[in-house]
């Protein structure tokens, strides 16, 4: 039985603006450690390689310390590494992978023509191609066929299967149907896609290894995949990220802001980076946004809270009124109906709730 660890998409020296800048240093001097931490997982689960589909950096201006971590870290795995240069991290001069004194154990493809590694005591090749360029619109899968001599064929590729535009490596499932792999290992795509099968060929995206906002949510990591004496692939999935992005909407109909966000908690989210949307029905007060992060951040890793509640109805029932008060509430009405996505429907409610307590000299809460 082989055993191999199938990880992607590191994604090194990320900006990670959204955080303020000490986290977003953090966040990245944690990323770095990512190549050590892969190898202690091979060397913990018995690992007998390690394949990484691209974008291991998020450009060629990081730097050259987080190469030299990666290439160290690597090193300590005790086992094969094949890495394939995505379109981030793309082969060739000015490349992170040129700057940088790699360990024998690992093993970087530089062209873009499949180069063919054969492992003997493991009965295995490997398969791979690189990124040469930001952009890649020729397959690089296209007229490759494992020969059928009895040994597990695996490949490494950073590529997009039938996209909706043809840039970056586009792979076609027929070709991974012809291709006569066993296993073929994919970067690109940052959600894990789970176990799919072209033909006698098992493929998948591991997803990214750490997500870097809210579009990358919840857990992130790698495949431990087995390929069997007869050739089966079965793959697993192990949460690796250190910290999750997640998005809790909260209703506070009825409700105290702090007491349903409160209730709404789950046990644990020190590690984590919260974004945290308020739904639901208030009256014309305006929630303390400002109030509840002083109150609950230290709670997170990072927090960030979103008001998108709206006002009570009853609120609108006196826009009838022969009053400045009943003109204020008709021509925000008029615009709230005519309001094209909710973002504006959130702006025209929060000026209501604004000019209400301006009306009513009572001050915003």
């Known amino acids: 039985m ?22 977003a240093a953090e966040r990245r001097r944690e990323s770095r450690e990512l190549g050590a931490r892969l190898a202690e997982e091979a060397l913990r689960r018995r690992a007998d390689l390690i ?23 690597l090193g300590g795995a005790g086992v094969s590494v094949f890495i394939a240069p995505g379109n981030h991290d793309f082969y060739g001069p000015g490349s992170p992978y040129t700057a940088v004194e790699w360990p024998e154990n690992v ?16 009965n295995c090749t490997v398969h791979g191609a690189a990124f040469t360029a930001p952009e890649q619109t020729r397959n690089l899968l296209d007229g490759f066929t494992a020969p059928a001599d009895g040994r597990i064929h695996l490949m490494v590729l950073h590529g997009d299967v039938e996209p909706s535009e043809p840039r970056y490596d586009p792979i076609t499932k027929e070709q991974i149907t012809s291709s006569g792999l066993t296993y073929l290992a994919l970067g690109h795509v940052h959600a894990a896609s789970g176990p ?3 033909g006698k060929t098992v493929w998948a995206y591991p997803g990214c290894t750490e997500g870097r906002g809210f579009d990358e949510l919840g857990d992130k990591g790698f495949y431990e995949g087995c390929v069997s004496d007869a050739g089966e692939v079965t793959l697993q999935f192990v949460p690796f990220a250190r910290r999750r992005y997640e998005i809790l909407r909260v209703s506070v109909t009825d409700a105290d802001p702090r007491e ?8 644990w989210t020190a590690d984590d980076l919260y974004r945290i949307i308020l739904t639901g029905e208030t009256d014309e007060q305006v929630v303390d946004l400002t109030a ?12 960030e809270l979103r008001d998108q509640t709206r006002v009570r109805q009853d609120v609108w029932d006196r826009a009838g009124e022969d009053s400045l008060r009943g003109e204020f509430l008709r ?4 615009q709230f109906d005519a309001a094209r996505d909710e973002q504006e429907r959130e702006r025209v409610t929060r000026a209501v709730r604004f000019g209400l307590a301006a009306l009513d000299h009572r001050d915003i809460l």
């Open 2 to 23: 082989l055993r191999f660890l199938h990880a992607a998409d590191f994604h090194l020296d990320s900006p990670f603006r959204a955080l303020p800048p000490a986290r």
């Open 51 to 73: 394949l990484l589909s691209g974008d291991l950096f998020d450009g060629r201006d990081g730097f050259r310390e987080t190469g030299e971590e990666l290439a160290r870290g």
């Open 107 to 122: 093993y970087i493809f530089r062209s873009g023509a499949v180069e063919s590694v054969d492992l003997p005591d493991l």
């Open 196 to 198: 799919q099968k072209c």
């Open 260 to 267: 349903a966000l409160e209730a709404a908690l789950p046990p």
């Open 292 to 303: 509840l992060e002083t109150l609950f951040s230290g709670r997170f890793y990072a927090l």
């Open 331 to 334: 021509r925000l009405r008029r």
